[in-house]
């Protein structure tokens, strides 16, 4: 909720001071409006590298020139006034916790970079970048455009001025360096960089627009030779933009503190917009652009609208999440060992399969728990559980029984296959996370041979590389790219286990496109020969094909499907141990 990122001007303004403080290398993404600002500020990757945890997000925001003006229609010659980008400053202010760097362009008027400086601390922030261009600048990325450099002494007495008027030491003023931009040779800013160090400013970022980092490399290397001359120890900041093959690692190994990311939230929002409006125009409708558009939904979660509603509904709704098993079909492999029993009775140890699986879940303190039957209903039971009945059992498919529960589903839901066994830690590691709709997923399927006689539910994951390439992996990147029962085993990735999340967000869209296909589609659809046939994995595909996002959660034990005589006894070794 943005509510949560509020946070007071003065408890904003040295955050930026102390990550440097700690020795961090700060990592910062451009934000030109208060949704961008929200991304920017929130976004995390979770992986592991070698076993350890790796957990990434930005530490700052970089609030543009470019592409504030971009987002207004004008072009980045300072033409939008300062009141403009103030308004658009405390827009994502309003909605962040972290620390915020500005760019200043020119600064202006040195009268004016007074005033600016005192209204950019008042606000919050914490560092304001100035370039050392006459006014009114040009951008430093366009090739062919003259660039007008300050005399380095009227700009440091810009400096000078600006430092004198601020009131905290927790706000910086960083001179922006455009000797390389304008063509001169490096001793230029090398020159430039010494009178500012001087001149009392709080750090330098050198700019170059080569695709190479060859130059900022070298400048990095007489910055150094420069602090050491003058005693002092300066923040270095770069914008990887145009040498963007250049990694953080690397920027940061050369004595590079602040990284800028400077305009890529609005580049690609630019490239979607477009190509949103060009599909619409091209099939006159909206439909085909669904792929490439959120749901209306996602940006409700973003903004905090939807924690609005729920705490509308705080009062009326559960904490408890619904689990649906669905257990109505008829299993011939047991048939006569059940004598007319479902497979949910199966006996394991002396207790039925059902009950194992209503334990588990109760260890995870899961107790709205609901079975649909079918097959032997009257031979159903099970205490602390709401059974509902699928008398058309024999037609359609176990997804026909999973909507039998669908009045159990409009909050969000776990749905387990009813032959499924699984470790409590795996019912636990499922309930933290956050994703609409997450699938738990084998990754030692790759490693086995398909048990013959077996329907195995095969996924291939959206980010697969060969291992040689893959040091590091996120869990973000836990897409299913595919899923089914006729994938080649040799492509799949991972298994399915018949464990499955869905959020409220992740509920809905699974019945909004259930209820699509079962109204407007006829004869074969995904793996199913007819539409009256298709199953969970097939629906899934369908949501995934229609541009939804579906996660998996990868496991590779504490798991077992209780398929045959075999998976009867290696449960009972399990439960005897």
Not at 101 to 117: C, H, K, P, Q, W
Not at 260 to 269: E, Q, V, W
Request: hydrophobic share 35%; charged share 25%; proline share 3%.
């Amino acid at each position: 909720m943005t509510l949560l990122n509020n946070t007071l001007p003065e408890q904003r303004r040295g955050k930026l001071k102390a990550l440097l403080e700690k020795g961090k290398t700060v990592r910062v993404l451009e934000a030109h409006n208060g949704l961008s600002g929200i991304i920017a500020n929130n976004t995390r990757v979770k992986g592991e590298s070698e076993g350890q945890p790796v957990n990434r997000e930005f530490d700052a925001l970089w609030e543009s020139s470019l592409t504030d003006s971009a987002s207004k229609g004008h072009p980045d010659i300072e033409v939008v006034t300062f009141d403009s980008r103030l308004h658009t400053i405390n827009e994502i202010l309003a909605v962040t916790d972290k620390p915020m760097i500005v760019d200043g362009d020119t600064g202006g008027d040195v009268n004016a970079f007074e005033y600016t400086v005192s209204k950019l601390e008042r606000a919050g922030v914490s560092a304001v970048i100035i370039e050392d261009k006459v006014f009114p600048k040009r951008n430093s990325l366009e090739a062919g455009v003259q660039q007008n450099l300050e005399d380095p002494e009227v700009f440091a007495q810009k400096i000078r001025r600006g430092k004198k008027i601020q009131k905290t030491n927790e706000f910086m003023i960083i001179a922006r360096l455009e000797s390389l931009i304008a063509g001169k040779p490096m001793e230029d800013a090398v020159n430039r960089a010494k009178i500012y160090l001087q001149a009392g400013v709080d750090g330098i970022m050198i700019h170059s627009k080569l695709k190479s980092a060859d130059e900022i490399f070298e400048f990095a290397e007489h910055y150094k030779e420069i602090s050491k001359e003058l005693n002092l120890n300066k923040t270095l900041v770069c914008v990887p933009t145009t040498y963007n093959q250049t990694t953080e690692s690397e920027l940061s190994a050369a004595g590079f503190q602040i990284i800028i990311h400077a305009n890529h939230l609005l580049r690609s929002a630019y490239k979607a917009m477009v190509e949103t409006a060009q599909t619409i125009l091209r099939d006159q409708r909206s439909l085909e652009a669904d792929p490439l558009c959120s749901t209306v939904r996602e940006i409700f979660k973003t903004v905090g609208f939807l924690d609005v509603k729920e705490k509308d509904q705080e009062n009326e709704q559960t904490t408890n999440v619904p689990v649906i098993i669905p257990a109505a079909g008829e299993d011939p492999v047991f048939k006569e060992m059940l004598n007319g029993k479902p497979k949910a009775m199966l006996e394991i140890c002396g207790k039925p399969l059902l009950q194992h699986q209503i334990q588990t879940l109760n260890n995870c303190n899961l107790a709205d728990i609901t079975v649909i039957a079918g097959y032997g209903r009257d031979q159903m039971q099970a205490d602390g559980v709401t059974i509902l009945e699928n008398p058309n059992f024999n037609n359609g498919s176990m997804l026909n029984s999973l909507f039998v529960g669908k009045e159990r589903m409009s909050n969000g839901f776990i749905m387990l296959y009813s032959d499924i066994l699984t470790e409590d830690t795996v019912i636990q590691n499922l309930m933290e996370r956050r994703e609409d709709i997450i699938l738990v997923a084998d990754n030692s399927t790759q490693y086995h041979e398909p048990q013959e006689g077996n329907i195995h539910d095969f996924i291939i994951g959206k980010h697969q590389h060969k291992p040689a390439r893959r040091q590091i992996r996120f869990s973000s990147e836990n897409k299913v790219a595919k899923i089914g029962s006729k994938i080649n085993p040799e492509t799949a990735s991972h298994e399915f286990i018949g464990l499955a999340r869905f959020s409220k967000t992740g509920a809905e869209q699974l019945i909004e496109t259930y209820n699509d296909i079962v109204k407007n589609y006829k004869g074969q659809f995904q793996e199913a020969d007819d539409i009256s046939r298709f199953t969970f994995t097939d629906l899934i595909q369908e949501m995934i094909d229609r541009g939804f996002a579906v996660h998996y959660m990868e496991i590779h034990k504490g798991w077992l499907e209780i398929h045959n005589a075999e998976h009867i006894a290696l449960a009972e070794k399990s439960f005897n141990e």
